[in-house]
């Protein structure tokens, strides 16, 4: 970490703001509270013009003399402590060792601070939107479970790391990719594809496909981390690249594709930074096992938790274009869900060799 | 003999036995060894009367002599039930003193080792007459209360001498007995044995001394023995017999030479029970044969309506009339198939219950004031039940109950804060209820299990109640059930009567005084949440100041005065909740705990419900040493558990024991304001708990 000056950073002001809030009710013998803006879909609407899902101005009360409330309030209160000891000491860390740093029994008491780390990851998400902070201001890193192969050279703390050059296990995405601890000195690709398995991932980069396609590869393992998101975002931004992305054919792999695209109903606020409104669907489509043969035993039956999945995805305003409506009655009137992996009954190489370039090819993709 | 004479399952078993099962025979099973053939002639050669004394000999289990750990229990308890027998139809209430002492030849044993005890039973009761004295003590089926129908410990006129004569057998020591009527009559002391051929008193020493003692008996008694503390100890049933004898003065010097008291806290004693006859539907056919056999009446009318209670002279008329006979037979005369249908007629006809002044309940005021003197909790009640009737036997059922841990014993484990780690829990208290069990005033303390009382705690929905239960167990929690059957014939499952059987009619009065009991239970546990959860609030905010104020600190680089945020935090908090009347959430607005009669429950700031009375025990208490002082658990622990608040003097005899049970209580949640609704206990109980209260909250705050 490099020492800066011994400066109070906006985000850290805007921490110390909330021990004010305390003081002042205090002076003013006024329960002291919290506004936080609500993290669910009631308080989220799709901004169509520009293809995000945008937070709306619904807030929550966290008041500190409220029995129901009041430990929530106390543990925010920690939480924005050890935060603003990250900015002053200039540190990042990760969730977990945010809930050891807070957590301690409480004096006089049996009770601990925290008593799982479930209570204090969604403080420290409370705080981003609060403050209206991205967490990487917040110092707060995920895990780096992230890759990235292809044409595309980056500054990492000095270091060139140019990601043609590291074999076929490629460059491990940090989760903080801001442009102040990561810069893309160059990058030659045409596009990005985003795949969501590793699996995928690995077997495309083997078989060097970006080489041949001039693309990056990016995969996030399931769910794509913010480090992963916030790449891909940036390399579409700044150079001008179309991302694709390549998912199992579930409700959960659609879902992963709108959070690419559009952001997430729990952080809808950092939709802004992270989101790509033009990302495409590459697959695998409910449409696909019929054009590329698909044997029907190589699906999977769904089940009920898929089938509600599907039908909630129905309802989101962002399914509602007709081609989406088509694609998810289509899985739900098949009953099967289809993984990418199923492609190698057919060839191990399948994926590489004739899914993906007739994909390419025939631009059969999903907005 | 008597008019009871019954199957194994009357108090009067112990004495059916030896007629009923004289000694075995020569036994020669036929099967085994047919070669060897006995005559009539060889058989009747070898047959004779057993003495009862020789009887008992072989068969010293049959009265609960079993082990040496349980003989010294049952010489203790026949003599204390002689002497609180005697008190009570004497009028006297009882000063009973128990003493054991080790007894070794030569270098001094620990009472654990030892096995050989000498047993001193004193009371002052009305003494005995000088003739009657070595027939009492020196003969088997000697005594005043089995030829009548009428409630009491004893009831076979064989408890003492039997107790006597294991000593005896095991010591070859007599029994000596002081006995004095009156102040004005001189005190006699007698050595006596018995002859167990014969069973007949040998009187070894007879002699006036001077005694103390204006009037009363004290018994001696030299035994083998075994002394051991725990369940079903000496040490237990005295105190078990103290909760439900809290009329009775009650002195138990142990074997390792302590003093404990029981104090009296009941001040009345019990009704006198009445004798009555037996109800038709109460007996036998076997017994009516014997009554009919045994009536001094010449007509078969006078006999009905003579020797039973409630059949009147026209109903005795009209039940001769139903069974076919004439009212003038002669009632020796009836035999066979007519007594058996005189029998049958008398069970279906109509007749009225019995009456029930022959049983004296406790009473739910002394059952209350014995648990609340003997054990700590926080809520007691008690319940008598209305008088039922089985088999034409009247009874009473009683039930009470002593729940929850003294409020200063709730937060004494808080103290060392271990940090919890993740996963981990609060220990929840596995502990179970203890069922204490009577049958009249005596505590049971074997086969507890084969108990109707017992089962009827297990079958009881305690989840009801706001308690935990696993199925067909014992309720959890800290808590003592108290049970009680009185009655003229307490039917036991065994002779050694341990067990209560069950009677259908018995169960359900069981079942209902333990579901009152624990209605009022119920009540009181939500009550008790609903003020804890306020508690908590309080408590919550407390707590959690601190940690705010800290952090805000930290934000704020350390410069923040922090006392002062603090102090305008607690203003807010207090402003919050002080609203809230907790009096209310208490329950405390009455004179009384609402919706719970016969009740009595002790908070961190003083007594409620039945408070008199409760005042009343605190002060008995005060009067003595108080030693003994078992937890809920039953096991004795050294008590540390208030005794005075008049005479501050008297607590340096209280080795170790605090004030009142109110003012221990620490960790005290209201603030002085909010205590004064409590200033109701009477007397001057609520006092020092205000100014502990005070001072409390004057530290925090
Ligand atoms: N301490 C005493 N004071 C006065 N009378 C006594 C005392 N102890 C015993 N008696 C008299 O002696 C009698 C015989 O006592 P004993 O214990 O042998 O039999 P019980 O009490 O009648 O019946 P049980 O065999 O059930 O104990 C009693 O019925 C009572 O009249
Ligand atoms: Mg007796």
Partial sequence: MTTKTKKTTPVEKKLIGLADIVIQSAERSKDPTFQIPIRALSNVAFNERKGLIEMGGKKQERSFFNVGMAKKFMQTVLVADALSELQRADLTTSLREIYYRTKHTIKNSHENTFDTQDESDPVIEDLEVS????????????????????????????????????????YSVPSIVEPEYLEIRRCTADFVLLVEKGTQWNRLSEDKFWRRYNCVLLTGNGQPPRGVRRLARRLHEEHRLPVYVLVDNDPWGYYIYSVIKQGSINLAFESQRMAIPKAKFMGLSSADPERYELPRNVGIKLNEKDIARAKELMNYQWFKKPAWQAEIKRMLTSGLKYELDALANKDF??????????????????D | MGKKKDSASGPDSKSSVPRANPEPAPKKPAAAKAAERVTAVEMGARQREISVSEF????????????????????????????LDACEEAGILPDVTVKLEVMSNGEPVAPSQANRFRITVTDNGPGIVRQQIPRIFAKLLYGSKFHRLRMSRGQQGIGISAAGMYGQLTTGKPV?????????????????????????????????????????????????????????????????????????????????????????????????PREIKPHPYGIEFGMLLKMLQDTKSHTLSGFLAGDFCRVSPQLADEICKAAKVSPEDKPRELKGPVAETLY??????????PPTNCISPIGEKAILAGLYKQIKGEFYTAVSRPPSVYRGNPFIIEAGLAYGNRPQDQNRPQQP???????????????????????????????????????????????????????????????????????????????????????????????L????????????????????????????????IEEVVEACNRLKGGTLPKQKLKEQLQKIATSRTGGMKTDEALGKTGAGPEGLPHSIIVTADGVEGETALATQVESDQGLVVPTAEPNLRGDPTPADEPALKEDPTKSSRTTHR???????????????????????????SPKPAKTVASKKHNRTS
């Fill in chain 2, 344 to 353: 049958r007629t008398l069970q279906e006809t109509k007749i009225m219950a």
């Fill in chain 2, 56 to 83: 008992f000999t072989k068969n010293r289990h049959l009265l609960g002599f079993d082990n040496p750990r349980k003989a010294l229990l049952t010489c203790v308890k026949e003599a204390v039930d002689n002497a």
């Fill in chain 2, 176 to 272: 000596k007995i002081i006995s004095r009527i009156g102040p004005k009559a001189a005190a006699h002391f007698f050595e006596v044995q018995i002859d167990t051929k014969k069973n007949e008193p040998l009187v070894h020493e007879n002699k006036q001394i001077d005694w103390e003692q204006p009037r009363g008996t004290q018994v001696t008694l030299e035994v083998e023995g075994k002394y051991q503390k725990g369940r079903a100890s000496v040490d237990e049933w005295l105190e078990q017999t103290s909760i439900a004898n809290p009329h009775v003065k009650l002195i138990y010097r142990t074997p390792e030479g302590e003093t404990k008291e029981y104090p009296r806290t009941y001040h009345e004693l019990p009704p006198q």
């Fill in chain 2, 417 to 511: 804060a271990m940090p919890k780690a993740e996963g981990e829990h609060e220990e929840e208290d596995s502990e179970l209820a203890r069922v204490i069990r009577y049958a009249n005033r005596v505590p049971l303390l074997y086969q507890q299990s084969a108990c109707s009382t017992f089962k009827a705690v297990l079958s009881t929905g305690w989840k009801n109640y706001g308690l935990t239960q696993s199925r067909g167990a014992l309720p959890g929690g800290p808590m003592v059930i108290f049970v009680h059957m009185a009655s003229v014939w307490v039917p036991f499952t065994s002779e050694s009567k341990e067990a209560i059987a069950d009677y259908d009619e018995i169960q359900k009065e069981i079942t």
């Fill in chain 2, 513 to 544: 005084a333990l579901r009152e009991c624990g209605r009022r239970l119920g009540l009181f546990v939500r009550r008790r949440e609903r003020a804890a959860s306020e508690f908590r609030r309080r408590n919550i905010f407390e707590l959690y």
């Fill in chain 1, 349 to 366: 190489q399948y994926l590489t060799k004739k899914y993906l370039p007739r994909k390419l090819k025939e631009k059969d993709w999903l």
């Fill in chain 2, 658 to 684: 605090p004030n009142m049970r109110t003012a221990q209580s620490g960790q005290v949640t209201l603030s002085p304001g909010e205590s004064k609704a409590k200033n109701r206990s009477g007397g001057k």
């Fill in chain 1, 131 to 170: 403050l209206a902070t991205l967490r990487e201001e917040l110092h707060v890193r995920a895990e780096n479970s992230g890759s990235i192969v292809g044409p595309v050279v980056f500054g990492d703390d000095g270091d060139r790391v140019d990601c043609s050059k590291l074999g076929k296990g490629g």
